[in-house]
């Protein structure tokens, strides 16, 4: 499969615990986005990436969530002393860069927040 | 920045009928609509986009409209299929796929 991958699938974690999601996107994609989507829900645009520069974060993005992707390839996601309310799938999405694109999607993360 | 909604949340249609899901978005200056289909427990994907420089696009039973001056763009979907049955989200944005603004989805339900 050469599309968007996420690793783990599912992530089961106490209140408290931190958290770190992987997200490879297709080799050839500069760009990476995250989204966060809860049960009955449209995703919602968390941060992106360009090559290694994160040039946008969402106000949803509180400080105890963190994205990187140091060498403009895969990227992670953080989450710092999780709270129940952080539970949601994490999606990982990749696109090149330029007007007329689109976006690929990875499977997801399922966090659950106990 | 941009909202976007969707309607309906919800749509039963009988196995060959159309069905038709709407959206409306607030950012006038976004010019780039996809539409994702997600199945339960899957990634959304992509099945048909349209860019503000046209008003229809058509792909095989698949149908997007877009009026600019309203605001709003809508999927066609014809013939549909039990396969069809999954949610559908649309969502909108400014410059190709770069931060999409999601509505809130559409369950579609196909009876056969």
Known sequence: ?114 | GENVEQHPSTLSVQEGDSAVIKCTYSDSASNYFPWYKQELGKRPQLIIDIRSNVGEKKDQRIAVTLNKTAKHFSLHITETQPEDSAVYFCAASLGGAQKLVFGQGTRLTINP
Not at chain 1, 76 to 88: F, P, Y
């Open chain 1, 1 to 114: 499969d050469t599309g968007v991958s996420q690793d783990p699938r599912h992530k089961i974690t106490k209140r408290g615990q931190n958290v770190t999601f992987r997200c490879d996107p297709i080799s050839e994609h500069n760009r990476l986005y995250w989204y966060r989507q809860t049960l009955g829900q449209g995703p919602e645009f968390l941060t992106y990436f360009q090559n290694e520069a994160q040039l946008e974060k969402s106000r949803l993005l509180s400080d105890r969530f963190s994205a990187e992707r140091p060498k403009g390839s895969f990227s992670t996601l953080e989450i710092q002393r999780t709270e129940q309310g952080d539970s949601a799938m994490y999606l990982c999405a990749s696109s090149r860069t330029g007007s007329d694109t689109e976006a690929f999607f990875g499977q997801g993360t399922r966090l659950t927040v106990v």
